[in-house]
């Protein structure tokens, strides 16, 4: 019997001999210099759209913190009209100190951004330990007095309360309410002949419901700020607590809660 292999027969489509050759393939089409042109203008409009998406977001977002009065106030304090001023001497003349450092001299209202600018100012500065930051100020952001107090504190500086006359010399000045908590973080605290602190009662802005409390809450921050800063605190917030209008300590009262711990003499 001969047995016969019928592959067809079964579905099967026969093998391909070498004569045979496979279907050509159709090419693939390259794009084209317009095509090219489109797809970068499309990258391009989509790189406008996210820049623009990220520019409204900032912009939402500035906007909503200028809703609030105090985010208002610092960015205007901060870039806008600084309420501090400053300048700087090479050689302060402190009467008859002995030694003349350099020293930053700062005067006007402590706004809602002075740490902020007052760090700047330092860093333009260049002052090292034992040099002198000289202030007159008539008081203002109670925050922002201690933050300023804590930096002079952090770079071993003095303080002094004066201002500068045309001569170049510091001579006598106030600093009342949140500067004298500046004039605090002094290593060294000058006393110039003929310069007053004063210092008044802790006046609250919230409702009445929250005065208590941020009293409180102020009072303590108050203790701990002073104590830290090596002033007696009980003395300091009983000379504070004393009346709502300014109280100007004299040498002997600044003296004796150690605000002042170098009393400078007059020449």
Not at 69 to 82: G, S
Not at 182 to 208: C, E, W
Request: proline share 6%; net charge neutral; charged share 20%.
């Amino acid at each position: 019997m001969t047995f016969r292999d019928d592959r067809s027969g079964r579905g099967e489509a026969p093998r391909p001999g070498p004569w045979d050759k496979p279907a050509p393939q159709p090419a693939q089409q390259r794009p084209g210099p317009s095509d090219r042109l489109s797809q970068r203008r499309w990258t391009s409009r989509l790189s406008v759209i996210a820049f623009g998406l990220v520019v409204a977001g900032t912009l939402i977002h500035a906007v909503k913190d200028l809703s609030r009065p105090e985010a208002w106030a610092y960015w205007k304090d901060l870039y806008f009209a600084h309420s501090m001023t400053s300048s700087l001497l090479s050689e302060a003349d402190l009467g008859e100190l002995g030694h003349r450092r350099s020293a930053l001299v700062i005067s006007g209202e402590i706004g809602a951004a002075s740490a902020s600018w007052f760090r700047e100012r330092l860093d333009e500065a260049h002052l090292v330990p034992g040099d002198i930051v000289v202030m007159s100020s008539p008081g203002g952001d109670l925050e922002q007095a201690v933050i300023m107090g804590e930096v002079i504190r952090a770079h071993g500086l003095a303080t002094a309360v004066g201002a500068v006359d045309g001569a170049g010399k510091i001579r006598p000045s106030h600093c009342a309410s949140a500067c004298v908590f500046v004039y605090a973080g002094g290593v060294t605290r000058f006393g110039v002949p003929g310069s007053q602190l004063g210092v008044h009662r802790f006046v609250s802005n919230a409702p009445d419901t929250d005065a208590v409390a941020e009293t409180q809450r102020t009072t303590g921050q108050i203790l701990s700020y002073m104590t830290k800063m090596g002033v007696s605190s009980s003395s300091f917030v009983e000379a504070m607590s004393a009346t709502s209008d300014i109280r100007w300590l004299d040498a002997k009262d600044a003296r004796a809660m150690n605000l002042i711990t170098d009393p400078v003499r007059a020449q």
